[in-house]
């Protein structure tokens, strides 16, 4: 995926500027998000504390992150938690908003990953399920809970074990819980979308669309099957569920396959049902009048995990300042600041309270704060070997024709 260069000075304007362009989703929504932010917002690849170092600079460390995923101030073109950060802690982060793209990002440090060098950054948040990789391959410091009170106390319970790899999250801690489920427009589809099969209704056919991400298409789909995305299923489980994905590409049924520019589809009605993440349809709602209509189904959704990890290249006293970064951020004042402008779901305990207090509005929005029976909902999809993910990320390419 190719990174685009803003044009406008108004992000406001950036979907349309955007349109039909093949985006991070990451982009578009924060694009959507920081509405009426100066352009110093997008193009920035450094964001605060710009003089920082790493590696063995003991003067500050280095955060790569991806972008629009932290707190922005327009006025000041600051990120005001990490500017209170590194006031309290006296040493300076140079936050990168470097990663588009799991598999680009990883294949930028991978050799320095396996020679122990440090990679440019002494900490990044990658998803879990490339996060499993470099940790099985241990090239990733352990960290030390004993400067981690905060997240002892205050990770969410469902995210201990989450990654089935790293139980007890001793080499990746929950950055920011990107969330997917179903997507319809309120008025077009008044029945909504309840069970998987609702989605092959004949007055939607055409306007049906999915993520052409697999994680996320594939384990809606075999929960609305239901299998469990992240028990024990094979290769019977995954062919029946790609067997119904085929079926309903081949009738027309389901038309819009997109992995970062669906919502235009949306907007422009040309989608009316969807597979979609929970951030991206809160920012739609607030441009768009809430004319849809999002929810987790009782099927399952899909919930991921964007880390930190530190690489094995990082300085013993870098790490040491990287826990400090993260301890900061399980603080759920300072995740609720983060949580109003990324819209993800936070990982930390109390941030919903928080919220209250900063934005009574998203702290009452089940898409970021999920209720007791939506976190029974949203599943993890389980790590797949190496040969696993090139057998069933092939089949899916092929299904949908990419």
Same mark, same amino acid.
């Given at each position: =995926?190719?990174?685009?260069?803003?044009?406008?000075?108004?992000?406001?304007?950036?979907?349309?500027?955007?349109?039909?362009?093949?985006?991070?989703?990451?982009?578009?929504?924060?694009?959507v998000a920081?509405?009426?932010?100066?352009?110093?917002?997008?193009?920035?690849?450094?964001?605060?504390?710009?003089g920082?170092?790493?590696?063995?600079?003991?003067?500050?460390?280095?955060?790569?992150?991806?972008?629009?995923?932290?707190?922005?101030?327009? /006025?000041?073109?600051?990120?005001?938690?990490?500017?209170?950060?590194?006031?309290q802690?006296?040493?300076?982060?140079?936050?990168?908003? /470097? &990663?588009?793209?799991?598999?680009?990002?990883?294949?930028?440090i991978?050799?320095?990953?396996?020679?122990?060098q440090?990679?440019?950054?002494?900490?990044?948040?990658?998803?879990d399920?490339i996060?499993?990789?470099?940790?099985?391959?241990?090239?990733?410091?352990?960290?030390?809970?004993?400067?981690?009170?905060?997240?002892?106390?205050?990770?969410? /319970?469902?995210?201990?074990?989450?990654?089935?790899?790293?139980?007890?999250?001793?080499?990746?801690?929950?950055?920011?819980?990107?969330?997917?489920?179903?997507?319809?427009?309120?008025?077009?589809?008044?029945?909504?979308?309840?069970?998987?099969?609702?989605?092959?209704?004949?007055?939607l056919?055409?306007?049906?669309?999915?993520l052409?991400? =697999?994680?996320?298409?594939?384990?809606?789909?075999?929960?609305?099957?239901?299998?469990?995305?992240?028990?024990?299923?094979g290769?019977?489980?995954? /062919?029946?569920?790609?067997?119904?994905?085929?079926?309903a590409?081949?009738?027309?049924? &389901?038309?819009?396959?997109?992995g970062?520019?669906?919502?235009?589809?949306?907007?422009?009605?040309?989608?009316?049902?969807?597979?979609a993440?929970?951030g991206?349809?809160?920012?739609?709602?607030?441009?768009?009048?809430?004319?849809?209509? =999002?929810?987790?189904?009782?099927?399952?959704?899909?919930?991921?995990?964007?880390?930190?990890?530190?690489?094995?290249?990082?300085?013993?006293?870098?790490?040491?300042?990287?826990?400090?970064?993260?301890?900061?951020?399980?603080?759920?004042?300072?995740?609720?600041?983060?949580?109003?402008?990324?819209?993800?779901?936070?990982?930390?305990?109390?941030?919903?309270?928080? =919220?209250?207090?900063?934005?009574?509005?998203?702290?009452?929005?089940?898409?970021?704060?999920?209720?007791?029976?939506?976190?029974?909902?949203?599943?993890?999809?389980?790590?797949?070997?190496?040969?696993?993910?090139?057998?069933?990320?092939?089949?899916?390419?092929?299904?949908?024709?990419?």
């Amino acid at each position: =995926m190719n990174r685009p260069l803003p044009e406008d000075p108004i992000v406001r304007n950036i979907v349309q500027l955007i349109r039909g362009a093949q985006l991070n989703r990451r982009q578009l929504l924060r694009g959507v998000a920081a509405a009426g932010a100066g352009a110093g917002a997008l193009g920035l690849a450094s964001c605060a504390g710009g003089g920082g170092g790493g590696g063995g600079d003991s003067k500050g460390i280095v955060w790569g992150n991806w972008t629009y995923y932290l707190d922005y101030d327009a /006025d000041t073109d600051t990120n005001p938690t990490l500017e209170a950060f590194m006031e309290q802690a006296g040493f300076d982060v140079q936050y990168i908003e /470097d &990663i588009d793209d799991n598999n680009t990002f990883y294949g930028k440090i991978k050799d320095q990953l396996k020679l122990g060098q440090f990679t440019g950054y002494d900490t990044i948040t990658l998803t879990d399920w490339i996060n499993a990789r470099i940790i099985e391959a241990n090239e990733v410091q352990e960290f030390d809970y004993a400067n981690l009170p905060n997240v002892t106390k205050n990770l969410v /319970d469902s995210q201990w074990d989450a990654l089935d790899v790293d139980p007890g999250r001793k080499f990746s801690v929950p950055w920011q819980l990107p969330a997917s489920g179903w997507v319809w427009n309120t008025e077009a589809v008044p029945k909504g979308i309840k069970t998987l099969d609702d989605f092959l209704r004949p007055e939607l056919k055409g306007k049906v669309g999915v993520l052409s991400e =697999m994680r996320d298409t594939m384990g809606m789909i075999l929960s609305g099957l239901g299998y469990d995305p992240a028990g024990q299923w094979g290769d019977k489980e995954f /062919d029946e569920s790609l067997a119904w994905l085929s079926d309903a590409i081949d009738s027309g049924q &389901i038309k819009n396959i997109k992995g970062n520019s669906y919502t235009q589809d949306l907007q422009r009605g040309d989608t009316l049902a969807a597979m979609a993440w929970t951030g991206d349809v809160i920012m739609l709602n607030v441009e768009n009048d809430n004319q849809w209509t =999002m929810e987790v189904p009782e099927s399952g959704g899909m919930i991921a995990s964007d880390s930190f990890t530190v690489p094995n290249g990082t300085s013993k006293e870098n790490k040491a300042k990287v826990e400090e970064l993260i301890n900061y951020y399980y603080d759920p004042e300072v995740m609720a600041q983060v949580a109003d402008y990324a819209t993800f779901v936070p990982p930390v305990k109390g941030t919903q309270e928080a =919220m209250q207090k900063l934005n009574p509005e998203n702290a009452d929005n089940p898409l970021i704060f999920p209720s007791e029976k939506d976190w029974e909902n949203l599943h993890s999809f389980r790590t797949l070997t190496a040969a696993e993910d090139k057998k069933y990320s092939t089949e899916f390419q092929n299904v949908l024709g990419l």
